[in-house]
């Protein structure tokens, strides 16, 4: 099974359970500069859409598209807020559909679609869209370069390109450059639950965007303002409802489950960094 159908089938198996778990918007939670705000967690949730909105030099957007959309929750969100026309796009039928149905009862299917769509061959027209919103969905992505090339490609000129993504700390040249042979074991393991081909640094990201195109390029890490994020997810899946749900989920799911405090270990050491990059064509 290659990468994309084990994509697939994770996102496919766990949708549900996530939504019912986490709500409709299925990435970290905002807790202030530091992380020491104390909020519920779908509030936490919004507040990082909004944060990444102050922080990102937007100009009313018209024509949006959502990499990695997962059940449409930053896509409707978007859409409503700017007035605006949005495409998601996911690996996931499940998503899709779910995704499409909950547009529809929202009132918002007039103004989005939703599709199962390669990020690496992505079908449309050369400067299609005006803001493209990429929000933990690069970590998934196994050719970095590709991706950042194919959203240069189907950004309208002077658009704007969000991209939030889990990545690994820089590497200090001064100490050889590379990670150590633990750090390598801990992201391993992370990589294998959550389906993920490799993570790279902020700094890698930088560079790839500057060669794919990309202008006034800003980045940050906000991974203390995330990191109490996982936390407050392990707590919500140690109730009983939603232990029930991950055996209905599957194996898949239930590793990702138990395995949630691989992410939060990695933020506590300093391994997981929160990324943003934002820049224009």
Same mark, same amino acid.
């Not at 390598?184 to 790279?200: D, G, N, T």
């Given at each position: 099974?290659?990468?994309?159908?084990?994509?697939?089938?994770?996102?496919?198996?766990?949708?549900?359970?996530?939504?019912?778990?986490?709500?409709?918007?299925?990435?970290?939670?905002?807790?202030?500069?530091?992380?020491?705000?104390?909020?519920?967690? &779908? $509030?936490? $949730? #919004?507040?990082? #859409?909004?944060?990444?909105? +102050?922080?990102?030099? %937007?100009?009313?957007?018209?024509?949006?598209?959502?990499?990695?959309?997962?059940?449409?929750? *930053?896509?409707?969100?978007?859409?409503?807020? /700017?007035?605006?026309?949005?495409?998601?796009?996911?690996?996931?039928?499940? $998503?899709?559909?779910?995704?499409?149905? !909950?547009? +529809?009862?929202?009132?918002?299917?007039?103004?989005?679609?939703?599709?199962? %769509?390669?990020?690496?061959?992505?079908?449309?027209?050369?400067?299609?869209?005006?803001?493209?919103?990429?929000?933990? *969905?690069?970590?998934?992505?196994?050719? +970095?370069?590709?991706?950042?090339?194919?959203?240069?490609?189907?950004?309208?000129?002077?658009?704007?390109? %969000?991209?939030?993504?889990?990545?690994? &700390?820089?590497?200090?040249?001064?100490?050889?450059?590379?990670?150590?042979?633990?750090? !390598?074991?801990?992201?391993?393991?992370? /990589?294998?639950?959550?389906?993920?081909?490799?993570?790279? *640094?902020?700094?890698?990201?930088?560079?790839?965007?500057?060669?794919?195109?990309?202008?006034?390029? $800003?980045?940050?890490?906000? *991974?203390?303002?995330?990191?109490?994020?996982?936390?407050?997810? #392990?707590?919500?899946?140690?109730?009983?409802?939603?232990?029930?749900?991950?055996?209905?989920?599957?194996?898949?799911?239930?590793?990702?489950?138990?395995?949630?405090?691989?992410?939060?270990?990695?933020?506590?050491?300093?391994? %997981?960094?929160?990324?943003?990059?934002?820049?224009?064509?």
């Amino acid at each position: 099974m290659n990468l994309s159908e084990e994509i697939k089938q994770f996102y496919d198996n766990s949708t549900g359970l996530w939504e019912e778990t986490w709500g409709e918007h299925l990435h970290h939670g905002y807790y202030g500069p530091n992380g020491d705000q104390k909020k519920e967690r &779908r $509030q936490a $949730q #919004i507040d990082l #859409i909004e944060e990444i909105l +102050k922080w990102a030099p %937007i100009q009313n957007p018209k024509n949006i598209i959502d990499i990695g959309c997962g059940i449409g929750g *930053s896509t409707l969100y978007l859409a409503e807020k /700017y007035n605006a026309n949005a495409t998601g796009i996911t690996l996931s039928p499940v $998503q899709a559909n779910r995704a499409t149905e !909950r547009a +529809k009862n929202a009132g918002l299917d007039h103004k989005t679609q939703f599709h199962v %769509i390669d990020a690496l061959q992505m079908p449309f027209p050369d400067n299609s869209f005006d803001l493209i919103w990429s929000l933990e *969905s690069g970590e998934h992505m196994p050719n +970095k370069q590709k991706f950042l090339q194919e959203c240069y490609r189907i950004l309208q000129p002077g658009g704007t390109f %969000i991209f939030v993504t889990w990545c690994h &700390r820089n590497l200090d040249q001064n100490c050889g450059g590379q990670l150590t042979d633990d750090e !390598r074991k801990h992201l391993a393991e992370i /990589y294998r639950v959550y389906c993920l081909p490799y993570v790279i *640094s902020l700094a890698e990201y930088e560079q790839m965007a500057t060669e794919a195109g990309f202008k006034n390029i $800003q980045t940050a890490d906000w *991974s203390k303002a995330v990191a109490p994020f996982w936390d407050t997810v #392990i707590d919500s899946a140690l109730n009983l409802e939603s232990i029930l749900g991950l055996i209905n989920a599957g194996w898949t799911t239930i590793q990702a489950a138990l395995s949630l405090p691989l992410m939060s270990n990695g933020y506590k050491r300093g391994l %997981i960094k929160f990324g943003l990059l934002t820049g224009t064509k």
